[in-house]
Each structure stands twice: as structure tokens, then as C-alpha cells.
């Protein structure tokens, strides 16, 4: 198999566990929190950004990639760690959670995804087949299988069909995958907010034996309870051996709470966004750098933070930045957003060996809680 | 003095020169190009970045940085260098040439200029002492006169007028500059296209035995001819014992006909601004990276360039990157750019210690052409 998950330890008390996942390009420590490369480069950030950060894995999107720069001109590179020069781990999603996105955009029958592009209107079609097509020319470590996101709120039936369709899918995907020795495709367990869908899911999914699987279908708007209750409800099914994937979760809370349900691997887009609209994420809460109150606040985005950024900026130079569009303000917010997120999971996995995660999650929470509240 | 400029060696064919700028904040090796931090940032670039591709010392706009984020506030900062955290030299203009470039927006009178912010339209008033004032705040190591920067063409009576009240400007900023002895204030002589107006400007503004002096109003839109006709005349009433800077050029012909005719230091929005729109400046002439004629293309932006970026990525990657609006397009071909000059002056410089600069000058005076050609 292409990847291989080792458990270190688990919490007695709860469900986190700390893990090594093994990929070609190299181990990767889980719990982990992956940035997020949409076009082959994460926003604003360099490869050896990345590095310095300590980002182990990235994950980039197979339908942007598909339309732009297309899949046979990164296979023409050598493939996507080439073409974009970063030599660790790669997560490739399916593009199905951006095709579904598109709404009218795109219509959905058992072969597959009809879609118009969102830059130029042109007709595309993706099946399972050609979602395996293009995440092989990229040559990413992890590859997702082609699954339906369904909407929040979904009907019973709905998510009953479409949780079903996903299951074939998932087949098709199997027979269609050319390179699973270096390339580990996950499954990924649908049913919406219906905890019998996901049961079942979880069971045909789980059947197929594949070298990870993934929680979908959550983070699309439901409230955070709904999502937990399906984590507590989903995870106590999915192997001990093989690494648990939540799919679009990237605030502190939640990568917190997930963690907690046995989740070891997340992903959102979230702090490099927020980034670009002038928000850093910090111990105590986020902050809206372009707000007027930090025109003279001449100390750091945030205090406890051992970044570079933080280390040698203030947030009035980097307000100052913001306010007049300059590219490095945006780029000075992703990075320390990034590195509070990655420095967040590495302590999380640091309390799990420590046999302390129960604590550390009851101070965090607390500490969120309350920078929410300011 | 607040600097000092030590002469290493002289062309003997030429009036190429190589020698030290020592300022407060480290020595300079010239002769020099200095990329242009209009609001306190170098676009895109990091002050580590700055470091890594060799910059030695900035240069800033004192009319940006008065409207935004406002000089007062740069102060409380601690000055320039600690806002931006910068802690090599720092070169500040005057305003002159942004006022001047207003047009309609302001009128001159004996007294200074009044203008409208090109942002809200607000109305403001530069004097010499106001502009000190400012450049005092700020903390830059050299500072510069208020001048007036004439249009070409312009008439001989205009420039005459011009350049005696820029004297007059330049004595009112000598009895202004409150920090003479950690900054130095350099003069700049003026008298347009005239070369016998060069002449009388040149008389009036070295009587005043500043630290050191600008050759201003020229790279205005005059054929490059008539620039070098002007440096031809003026560089030679200058003193050798003090460094000259001409004001504006950055491109790699001009520099090497300025260093041929003993100019020290340049500055230049050129290397950034093209980088913007997707121009490479290579051993070879200028690379329109965003060209579909480079989408397959998996060499470096020039072959020839040991950077960071021409040494991890590759031509097809940064047209991709660029085509997708991705800022870090835009930051991997203005850190080309700007190694791609400072190694230029770098081998400029060395082939004037190694007494060979008129041969260095031929061989790249034709290579550039040639890639003009092309």
C-alpha cells in the first residue's frame, strides 16, 4: 500500500490518538492540520515557507488543477511536487465538493458530473474514472475518491441516494486508480446528518478496504453540534489501522473537538482566507489587523506566538500593510495563521503523547472560548 | 558627516568608479541599485528576502509614507528601519518628483507646493522644511533635498527658474535638517536638458559642501541619449570625493552608461513593476513569462542566474501561477528581477576592482542589444 498509519498512543479518556503516517515523500506526525495549495501554491506562501512553518503535507485541488494549468501539463512537469517544487506529501482532493459547489452550473447522473467551468462557462464532464485519470497525472501521496458533498439541510432520501451513488463510485474509483502502490486512495463516508446513512456508509465504505478513509459531508453549514454528534457517532467505526481524514475543518475549536472524536488528519481553507481579508488567528481570538484600534499597537499579531512574523513585526506595520493593499501584509497574516495552526496541532499531538490531551483540551477550549466572547 | 564615501578604484578608460558609502546603518558597496519600498515594503518582498538576493540599502517615498501610514506614526514606531524592520541603510526622496507628478492636483509657489492626496483628494503643503521635518521623522540614513523635478520638455526659462528656486529650496532644507549628523542630506542638481543651466545648478548646489549629490530630472521621457549627453556634462563638476546618485534608472543598459560615466547609485520602480505584469528581466533580454509560448516551458526564468527562484522553479510554474492572478507569481518574479540587478552591479562593480570594465561594459552592452533584438 501506498500509505501506512502507526498509532503511537491513544487517550484513554477520550478519542484522540497520536500517529505517524507513513507516504512516499516522507512520514507525516497526525494528528496534522494541512494547508491548503488550491492552484499549486498555497496563497501568498513560498515551498520553503511552508517548510519553515513545519507544514508536512499539502493539499491541493483537483478540479482547479484540471482547469487550470490542466493535468497533462503537471504530468509534463514531472508531476505536482515538481511542478510546484515541494517535495513532502500531497493530498489531492476529487473535485467533487467544488462541482457540487457550482449549483446550477452542474447536473449529476449515475455516470457522473456534467459541469460548466467557473472561469469561462465551458462544459466538462467528471466520472470516477476521470477524477482517477487526473489525480494519477498529478501523482499526489493521498487521492480522494469522486464522492456527492450533499447540501445542509438534505432530505432523508436524498442523502440516502446519493450516500449509495457514492458507495458505486467509490467501486469505480478502485477499478480505475492505475498507481495504488504510490498513490493511497481514501474513501469517503457520506449520509449527511442521518446517523443510520452514516452507519451504513460507513459499512459498504469500510468493506473496500482502502488505506485511509475520510469523513465528508460535514462543515457545510450545519451548526457545530450536528457535526460533533456525526463525528461521535462515525469515527468508533472507522479502523484503528488506517488514518481518519475530516474533510474542510479548520478553525481552533473545531480541529480541537475533532481531534477529541479521533480525527487525525484536517484541512480548510480558512486561515489563509481570513488572512486576505486582514484576520489573524491568535491564542486569544482572532484579530482584525485593519481595524483602527491597532494603527499604534506596535506588539505582535500574538504574544505567545514564536513565529517570524511575530518575531519581527508589529501590527501597525502590518495594519499599515493592509490598509494599503500591499501583497506582503497578506502574505505576513497567512504565514503567522498557517504556523498558529500547525504550532495548535503540534501541541494537541505533543499532550496526546504526554498523556495530558484531556487537560490541555479543557484549558484550550476555555481559552477559545473566552478570546470568542472579547 | 552622517555618511562618508571612500574611493577603492577608478576605470582609467572611463569614469566608472567603485568605492564605500559608510552610513549609520553599514557600509554600501557601490556602485549601487536600490529597490524602491514605496510605503515601507519592497512590493512583495520580505526585509529577509531583501537580504538573501544582496540588497544593501532601500529606498522609500517620503510622499507615500506622509499620507500613509503618516510620518508621525513611523516615528512613534521608533523611525523607518524598526517600523518596517529593516536594520540596513535606508534612502528616503524628497516628495518632489510625486508633488510634481500630480499635475493639476497642485500649484508651486515660492514658499513650497500645495497639492491634493492622490487618495482623498485632501489638501496638504510641502515645504523644504516641511519635507525635512518628515525625512527627520522617518530616520532614513540619507534624505534628500526638496527639488523640483521639470517636465521634458521644458522650456530654457522654466528651467532656469526651476533650478534657482531648488537652490534656494536647498538652502531652507540645510537650515531645516535638524539630524545632520545621523542623516545626510544630499543636494540635487537640476537645470533640465541645459547643459549650461547643468552648469550653473551644478556651481550653486556643490558650494554648499553637502555629504553627497543627485543628478535629478532625468529618465522624465527625454531619449536616453540626451540623458547620457547630460551625465556626459555634469558627472565631471562633481566632486570624487562624494557619492552621486542618479535618480530613477533601472534599467540594465542605462545603469551600465551611468556607472560608464561615474555615477554610484541608482533606484528604480522597474525591476517590482514589470515583475507585476509578468516581465522577467533576464541575461537575455526581457521574458514576458505570462506569454502562452512559456505554458510548456520547464527551464528558469534565465538560464544564466543562480537566485533562489530560477534555481526551484520554472518558467511553465510561474506563467501558471501569474495567469491565476497567485501573488506568489508576482513575488518569485520580483525577487528575480531584483537579484537580476543586484548581481548585475555586483559584476559591474567587480569588473571595475578588476580593472576591466571597459571590456565587461562592451560584452554586455551587446548582449543586452542583441536581447533587445530578439
Excluded at 315 to 320: E, T
Excluded at 343 to 365: A, C
Aim: aromatic residues 10%; charged residues 25%.
Amino acid at each position: 500500500m501506498a500509505v501506512k498509519y502507526t498509532l503511537l498512543k491513544e487517550c484513554p479518556h477520550t478519542g484522540a490518538r497520536a500517529g505517524i503516517l507513513h507516504t512516499p515523500h516522507g512520514d507525516i506526525e497526525t494528528p496534522i492540520f494541512m494547508p491548503v495549495g488550491t492552484l499549486a501554491t498555497v496563497k501568498t506562501m513560498e515551498p520553503k515557507d511552508l517548510k519553515e512553518i513545519g507544514a508536512q503535507i499539502i493539499l491541493s485541488n483537483t478540479y482547479h488543477l484540471y482547469l487550470r494549468p490542466g493535468h497533462q501539463l503537471v504530468k509534463k512537469a514531472g508531476g505536482l511536487h515538481k511542478f510546484m517544487n515541494w517535495d513532502r506529501p500531497i493530498l489531492t482532493d476529487s473535485g467533487g465538493f467544488q462541482v457540487f459547489s457550482l449549483g446550477d452550473l452542474r447536473k449529476i447522473t449515475e455516470e457522473g458530473v456534467e459541469f460548466r467551468s467557473h472561469l469561462d462557462g465551458s462544459k466538462h464532464f467528471f466520472t470516477p474514472e476521470k477524477v482517477m485519470e487526473i489525480q494519477n497525472a498529478l501523482g499526489s501521496d493521498i487521492i480522494m475518491a469522486f464522492d456527492e458533498c450533499i447540501p445542509y439541510p438534505a432530505t432523508y432520501e436524498y442523502a440516502k441516494n446519493s450516500l449509495e451513488r457514492t458507495t458505486r463510485w467509490l467501486k469505480r474509483c478502485i477499478a480505475a486508480h492505475e498507481n495504488p502502490h504510490s498513490q493511497a486512495l481514501f474513501g469517503i463516508i457520506q449520509g449527511g446528518m442521518y446517523l443510520d446513512l452514516r452507519t451504513q456508509s460507513a459499512e459498504e465504505i469500510l468493506a473496500l478496504d482502502l488505506p485511509g478513509y475520510a469523513v465528508g459531508g460535514l462543515s457545510v453549514g450545519e451548526p457545530k453540534e450536528e457535526m460533533y454528534r456525526v463525528l461521535e457517532h462515525t469515527v468508533p467505526m472507522m479502523p484503528k489501522d488506517k488514518p481518519r481524514y475530516l474533510m474542510g475543518v479548520g478553525s481552533d475549536d473545531a480541529l480541537l473537538e475533532g481531534v477529541y472524536r479521533g480525527i487525525d488528519m484536517f484541512d480548510c481553507v480558512l486561515p489563509t482566507r481570513i488572512a486576505r481579508n486582514g484576520t489573524a488567528m491568535t491564542s486569544h481570538g482572532r484579530v482584525v489587523v485593519r481595524n483602527a484600534a491597532y494603527s499604534e499597537d506596535f506588539t505582535p499579531l500574538d504574544q505567545n506566538c514564536n513565529c517570524y512574523v511575530c518575531q519581527n513585526f508589529t501590527r501597525a506595520y502590518i495594519r499599515h500593510l493592509v490598509k494599503c493593499n500591499e501583497i506582503l501584509g497578506l502574505k505576513l497574516i497567512s504565514y503567522h495563521n498557517l504556523y498558529y495552526l500547525l504550532d495548535f496541532m503540534r501541541k494537541i499531538r505533543q499532550s496526546i503523547l504526554d498523556g495530558n490531551f484531556p487537560q490541555y483540551y479543557k484549558e484550550k477550549i476555555k481559552l477559545i472560548n473566552e478570546g470568542r466572547e472579547k
